[in-house]
């Protein structure tokens, strides 16, 4: 059973470009959320997709989007990047909503830095 | 608005000694969960806390969850340098699987 991949694992972009990020769920996982984790502070919710449909949304502008594909994994669009951008951003999978008793099994990461 | 407050925010200990970092929420909430985080690192399930009352241990901790205060306590005891990281809490919006983190302690055990 493979767990969450997330890639790029690091990335360096300017000031009001675009970035893309990806994430594979676990097997058998078809909810993946994301988070956005500023150097030392806890991870923010940003939002959540569930059998390809926005699922909930945390308080991100609309400049932060999202992707789920049919085989459930995800991606996360940023445009116009901004410099507070940067952080470690994370991608959760679970089994269906509401299935939180089984965890949450949470990707590496990808450090983005906007310069 | 649900929040998460951890305390203390930073903890700095002697290996061997006990200490509890506390975990409050602000509205009902019958999940709550600890993570551990290394430098650079993604988050690591430590434990999943599903009622009032629910206690869990794994090695030197316990996490305990006290519904009716709203609040989550992780027991270190006798801890040793490997326990040095950030530890969150983190309670489910409602049962939704979107979670709200609390502010993080981060833990250094010393000599």
């Known amino acids: 059973e493979t767990g969450v991949t997330q890639s790029p694992t690091h990335l360096i972009k300017t000031r009001g470009q675009q970035v893309t990020l990806r994430c594979s769920s676990q097997s058998g996982h078809n909810t993946v959320s994301w988070y956005q984790q500023a150097l030392g502070q806890g991870p923010q919710f940003i939002f959540q997709?569930?059998?390809?449909?926005?699922?909930g949304r945390g308080n991100f502008p609309p400049r932060f989007s999202g992707l789920q594909f049919p085989n459930y994994s995800s991606e996360l669009n940023v445009n116009a990047l901004e410099l507070d951008d940067s952080a470690l951003y994370l991608c959760?999978?679970?089994?269906?909503?509401?299935?939180?008793?089984?965890?949450?099994?949470f990707g590496s990461g990808t450090r983005l830095t906007v310069v | 608005e649900l929040k998460v407050e951890q305390n203390p925010l930073f903890l700095s200990m002697q290996e061997g000694k006990n200490y509890t970092i506390y975990c409050n929420y602000s509205?009902?909430?019958?999940?709550l969960y600890w993570y551990r985080q290394d430098p650079g690192k993604s988050l690591e399930s430590l434990f999943v806390?599903?009622?009032?009352?629910a206690v869990k241990q794994e090695g030197r901790l316990m996490a305990s969850l006290d519904t009716k205060a709203r609040l989550s306590t992780l027991h270190i005891t006798a801890a040793v340098h490997d326990l040095s990281a950030t530890y969150f809490c983190?309670?489910?919006?409602?049962?939704?699987?979107?979670?709200?983190f609390g502010t993080g302690t981060r833990l250094q055990v010393f000599p």
């Open positions: 983190a309670v489910d919006i409602y049962n939704t699987d979107k979670l709200i």
């Open positions: 509205t009902t909430s019958d999940r």
């Open positions: 959760a999978s679970s089994p269906e909503p509401d299935r939180g008793y089984y965890g949450y099994t």
């Open positions: 806390l599903l009622s009032n009352g």
């Open positions: 997709y569930y059998r390809e449909e926005e699922n």
